[in-house]
């Protein structure tokens, strides 16, 4: 589409420039504003440098024109290996400690629980940084005409600039098909391309038990590098994984030579680098891989093709997934701009096309760190640089795992989450072992961290360990994809793991002797410490901190989380014909559970007292669980906790985090309320993000909010609650105008549609499943299949209704824009 403005001036408009100067026009195709981030200089530090990955290796590029730094990553390469932090008999103490809390004995329950009921060691272990592939360029003179870029919808990170009149390009992708970082560098002008090479190593050299990894940095033949080493051992856990990243460089002219663990060309007309990397992990209780040999399989494959041949693979691989969905705004001036200037400059009212922006970056980020056969995002993603990351990047779930795949079904990802319900699985191993041994309990439960070891016994100390429905929000996850996909045989595999989530909460659950609610007991609300009785002063032996305590019992998170999983578990027991007798005490428990509570000031409850908080904007809204990402609370079924949620999404304000600002929006969304929505996404854009569009929690790069407010933004355009496909049901301002493509609903709807003026216009809908199509939709509409009309219900004003065929589409017209 190009539309012309006024003589001399110019508009981009769904990636087209128009010029008009003295009544010449003049269209040049340029990149969409809503799929590529691109910078007039190279990254500054490590955030900002731009990533890649293929759910196993990363790559993190700096785009330097002295020196080039491609960070790598292997989502494999932890410190320790295989080992259990469950502690035998920790039960013993589980009934003083729930008498002590149901007392009031807050800080005596907190120092009993520290001593019998934490997991040792109380710490686990930490995701690893893998090499650096180091490139130094010959000195030169001055640079013009850079750029730094990544095209989301190639996954592919170009650098372009000119010096001493050549112009010299590099390519970095890592490819989902044949596993390798690829890097190709090459000049416009023969013999150009000279540079050396080496691939480094870390090592932990924070502290000195820390110290027992080590790598070694050689060469590998006349054309390539090799570096291998061994994790380290951390915590009493012995460093068992062994690893090799090897590099070999493909010339199109020139030399290449190798002395020692430098690799070196010369006079080339183009260059590509391949790197393969592995470690010996099998699995989270087998490290007897073979890292040389499955390196020496993809790297054999990879060298033997042309970068042209690994590049179109790898693209068509991405796009399979990337281009299932997107979103699509009207680009401003401000769209032009380098995106770390238009994210200084967004204000939330000149920059629409940033929306589209963010949202495809959290989808390529899933992409890239989360695909099957792999692991789960972490904390970082993919991507770390350090030995001792932040929370040790692993997977931390009282908010952050969960977040990182908020989008995946709407947003067309599904797959995506594979590793993750994988994950949820294999936490049952020794969940299963924490339940008997902590709570002599049936089933499984997994608090509120996890490493690559499945570790879920309580970790850090009770103020943040004594979380325990981590595993049961994940298991929510599972329901979740069955809602979406129908997918029976999945829901019939993963039943057990739901399963053992309700009979252990069966087992836990205790009656509250003051108000005969069924409760948790221990229970924290994630993180936030209650203003009152728990929150008097002392030192913490776990912890070594002068603190108060989290512990209570039968927070509003606990409630909420078990009302959904009890639910769910009874009617998937329903529709896969089993275990009656076991839904029928789900649902008498459901039944029993703390209900919702609105505060003396008009607040949803955190805790089952009306305590206040100790910090105002606390950045966990871990109350509003139940609005999002769960459903029981609604405007349409419960506005009167729908009015409290909103005193306290008002009471916490825009201050937090990344990933507390995508929850916020998210809330806001499911309140319908765009305004609010979007003012966490122009916040979180100018206090929260990274250059790179990464999130920051703590100064840390996160991935969860980056992934989070994806999942936000979608929510603004369409949710499928109360078993309807809502249109546009939280529209702001900024986005009055848009199309959207390939979003996913539940009931296995998939769904096109376009606005003007915050009005749908038209809408196809292609039905999986088959089910009833019910869509809630602002105006009146027309109704087609195969060109031919559908008889349609309206059973209230501004839904439409019509019966569906699976693998069939259907076509929605606004009466009035024909």
Known sequence: MITATGAGTMRIVAGVVLTLAGGAALAQTTPDPGTVLFYTHPADKWENALPAGNGRLGAMVFGGTDEEQIQLNESTYWSGGPYTTVVKGGRAALPEIQQLLFDGQYRKAHLLFGRRMMGYPVEQQKYQALANLVISLPAGGAVSQYRHQLDLDTAVITTEYTQDGVRYTREVLVSPVHQVVAVRLAADKPGRVSFTAQLRGYRNTTHSNYATDYFQMDGYGADGLVL???SADYLGVAGKVRYEARLRAVPSGGTVQ??????????ADAVTLIVAAATNFVSYRDVSGDPAARVETVLGQAAALSFESLKAAHVRAHQRLFRRASISFPATENARLPTDERLKAFDGSNDPALAALLFQFGRYVLISSSRPGGQPANLQGL???????PWDSKFTTNINTQMNYWLAETANLSECAEPLFRMIRELTDQGAETA???YGARGWVQHQNTDIWRVTAPMDGPSWGAFTTGGAWLATHLWEHYRFTGDVQFL??????????????LDFLRTDPKRGWLVTNPSTSPEN??????????????TTMKTGTSLTVGSAIDMEILKELFGEVAEASSILGVDP??????????????PLQVGRKGNLQEWIEDWDETEKSHRHISGLWGLYPGHEISLARTPEFARASEVVLEQRGLQGNGWSSAWKAACWARLGNGAKAMENVRYAAGHYTTASLFSICSNAMQVDGALGMSAAIGEMLLQSEEGEIGLLPALPELLSSGVAKGLRARGGFEVDFEWASGRVQRATVVSSLGRTCRVRVAGSFTVTHAGQPVVVAHPEAGVVEFPTAAGEKYSLVRVDSK
Not at 493 to 500: A, I, L, S
Not at 585 to 592: E, F, N, P, S, W
Request: proline letters at 6%; zero cysteines.
């Open 529 to 542: 410490f209650p203003a009152g009785p728990a929150n008097v002063k002392f030192f913490d032996e776990v």
């Open 228 to 230: 291998r080493g061994k």
């Open 383 to 389: 991507w770390n640089k350090e030995m001792n990351p």
């Open 581 to 594: 007798e076991l839904r029928g005490r789900v649902l008498a428990a459901r039944a029993k559970l703390a």
């Open 492 to 505: 019939r595999d993963f039943y057990p793991v739901m399963k053992g989530s309700a009979e252990f909460f």
């Open 436 to 438: 008997r041994e902590f």
């Open 258 to 267: 190798v002395d020692g663990d430098v690799l070196s060309v010369s006079k």
